[in-house]
């Protein structure tokens, strides 16, 4: 079975810092990686997904997660962030083939003026 | 946006009663699940269908029960509310990723916006 640990629950940093979101993840088979993030009173929603290929992946919104099977990890980063990115984000996985996405507990990113 | 309609989107019942919350895609997607979200413990899966009457079991099923007669719809039922059924819960479909040579379900999913529930 797939599992995730996100080793934050809660991420304060000010505006236009850097930020690293961690998650690991525990499978004994293929999977896929995904990000997804929630806005105050909002459903979720798809940030950006490793499935197979270049191991660093990127979201339109200047996010990037970099999976690394050595370590079982796929960090978020951003350089420099804003108020807007203000959110939980929520790391998951999928065993390649499967029907279910597991997710991790989440990390509450707050961003300070 | 995925075409996911939850209904309702707040409900508050007492100890005891049933509870049906319902999901509605317009995506024609194989693929739904019912997650509920609890604080400190992100989204849990409690039950997911891969076709029209073919459900299996999430991680955290007690106490519920899903069916599934047409595509489009996905009923969660709670035959007995209790207080630690309290929480908010989403409904996510997912489908075939369309791309060069076989296609896969890379299981990204669409969200509802969620159904707030409140047992007494």
């Known amino acids: 079975a797939q599992s995730v640990t996100q080793l934050d629950s809660q991420v304060p940093v000010f505006e236009e810092a850097p930020v690293e979101l961690r998650c690991n993840y525990s499978s004994s088979v293929s999977v896929y990686l995904f990000w997804y993030v929630q806005y105050p009173n909002q459903g979720l929603q798809l940030l950006l997904k490793?499935?197979?290929?270049?191991?660093l992946v990127e979201s339109i919104n200047g996010f990037e997660a970099e999976f690394n099977k050595s370590q079982t990890s796929f960090h978020l980063r951003k350089p420099s962030v804003h108020i807007s990115d203000t959110a939980e984000y929520f790391c998951a996985v999928k065993r390649a083939g499967g029907f279910k996405t597991i997710f991790g507990a989440g990390t509450r990113l707050f961003v300070k003026a | 946006d995925a075409g996911i309609t939850q209904s309702p989107r707040h409900k508050v019942t007492e100890t005891g009663t049933p509870v049906t919350l319902r999901c509605h895609q317009t995506?024609?997607?194989?693929?739904m699940y019912w997650y509920r979200q609890d604080p400190g413990h992100g989204l849990r899966l409690i039950h997911y269908s891969y076709g029209v009457k073919d459900t299996d079991k999430g991680e955290v099923s007690d106490g519920y029960s899903v069916s599934r007669s047409k595509t489009e719809d996905f009923l969660l039922t709670l035959e007995s509310a209790t207080s630690s059924q309290t929480s908010v819960y989403f409904c996510?479909?997912?489908?075939?990723?369309?791309?060069?040579?076989?296609?896969?379900?890379?299981?990204?999913?669409?969200f509802g916006e969620g159904s707030r529930l409140t047992v007494l």
């Open positions: 996510a479909i997912s489908g075939v990723q369309k791309r060069e040579g076989p296609n896969i379900n890379t299981g990204e999913l669409f």
């Open positions: 490793y499935l197979s290929g270049s191991t």
């Open positions: 995506e024609n997607h194989r693929y």
